[in-house]
């Protein structure tokens, strides 16, 4: 008889199921989710080429604002207002990209570095900011996912997340940082954090040949070549 296989989106959601009598004698593997349509990907990979050539100083990071405690958006604020008291010139690199909910707007993030905010988004909206972005920056205490460092890898977008669902799975020091969250880990990654550094990595991804490593096709032919 053929014993049934679990497949999970991380191994840190795999930890979870780890003690469970639901995976006992039962196979099971973690493969992070496809992002992108091959031919969806092909598309966005071409205007990605445009943005990177573009000659800039200034990092575009996106962030997604929620007013959720385990978003953690309020840590990430707290960091932020630090940076301003002790060393401001740091934040004169960065602009931030903020989609989701106002609440980061709403407590004053705009006087302390330069932002543009954009509501809540649709996908195609998502994905053309993924194009024109340097990095993604995660701060969630808790997630299974977040599927947007699955589609912001699977461009070749550099990501720096707190220690959470799928981020030690898909960022491994060259496409981004993971940190825990405290605040003196997340000031030290914004203090050394070098466009030339960024704009490097996103370069020889989008002409290497992995940049269909998550796509959905891909993500769907790794689970039928799985041996049983």
Request: net charge neutral; charged share 25%; proline share 3%.
């Given at each position: 008889?053929?014993?049934?296989k679990?497949?999970?989106?991380?191994?840190?959601?795999?930890?979870d199921?780890?003690?469970?009598?639901?995976?006992?004698?039962?196979?099971?593997?973690?493969?992070?989710?496809?992002?992108?349509?091959?031919?969806?990907?092909?598309?966005?990979?071409?205007?990605?080429?445009?943005?990177?050539e573009?000659?800039?100083?200034?990092?575009?990071?996106?962030?997604?604002s929620s007013?959720?405690?385990?978003?953690g958006?309020?840590?990430?604020?707290?960091?932020?207002?630090?940076?301003?008291?002790?060393?401001?010139?740091?934040?004169?690199?960065?602009?931030?990209?903020?989609?989701?909910?106002a609440?980061l707007?709403?407590?004053?993030?705009g006087?302390?570095?330069?932002?543009?905010?954009?509501?809540?988004?649709?996908?195609?909206?998502l994905?053309?900011?993924?194009?024109?972005?340097d990095?993604?920056?995660?701060?969630s205490?808790?997630?299974?996912?977040?599927?947007?460092?699955?589609?912001?890898?699977?461009?070749?977008?550099?990501v720096?997340?707190?220690?959470?669902?799928?981020?030690?799975?898909?960022?491994?020091g060259?496409?981004?940082?993971?940190?825990?969250q405290?605040t003196?880990?997340?000031?030290e990654?914004?203090?050394?954090?070098?466009i030339?550094?960024?704009?490097e990595?996103?370069?020889?991804?989008?002409n290497?040949?992995h940049?269909y490593?998550?796509s959905?096709?891909?993500?769907?032919e790794?689970?039928?070549?799985?041996?049983?």
């Amino acid at each position: 008889l053929l014993k049934p296989k679990f497949i999970f989106p991380s191994s840190t959601y795999l930890s979870d199921f780890k003690n469970s009598i639901l995976i006992d004698n039962c196979d099971y593997l973690v493969t992070p989710f496809g992002a992108f349509f091959k031919k969806e990907l092909d598309f966005f990979i071409k205007r990605r080429k445009l943005y990177l050539e573009k000659n800039n100083i200034i990092i575009n990071i996106l962030i997604r604002s929620s007013e959720e405690p385990r978003k953690g958006c309020k840590f990430f604020l707290d960091s932020i207002k630090e940076i301003s008291l002790k060393d401001p010139s740091i934040l004169n690199k960065i602009k931030l990209h903020i989609i989701g909910d106002a609440f980061l707007t709403n407590n004053g993030i705009g006087k302390l570095i330069d932002t543009s905010y954009y509501g809540i988004v649709d996908r195609e909206r998502l994905l053309e900011l993924y194009v024109e972005s340097d990095i993604l920056l995660i701060t969630s205490e808790e997630d299974a996912g977040p599927i947007m460092i699955n589609e912001a890898c699977g461009i070749g977008l550099y990501v720096i997340s707190s220690k959470v669902g799928v981020a030690t799975d898909l960022i491994n020091g060259r496409n981004g940082q993971v940190y825990n969250q405290k605040t003196e880990e997340l000031i030290e990654i914004l203090n050394t954090l070098k466009i030339k550094t960024v704009r490097e990595y996103a370069n020889d991804f989008i002409n290497s040949d992995h940049n269909y490593r998550l796509s959905f096709e891909n993500f769907y032919e790794n689970i039928i070549h799985q041996k049983n």
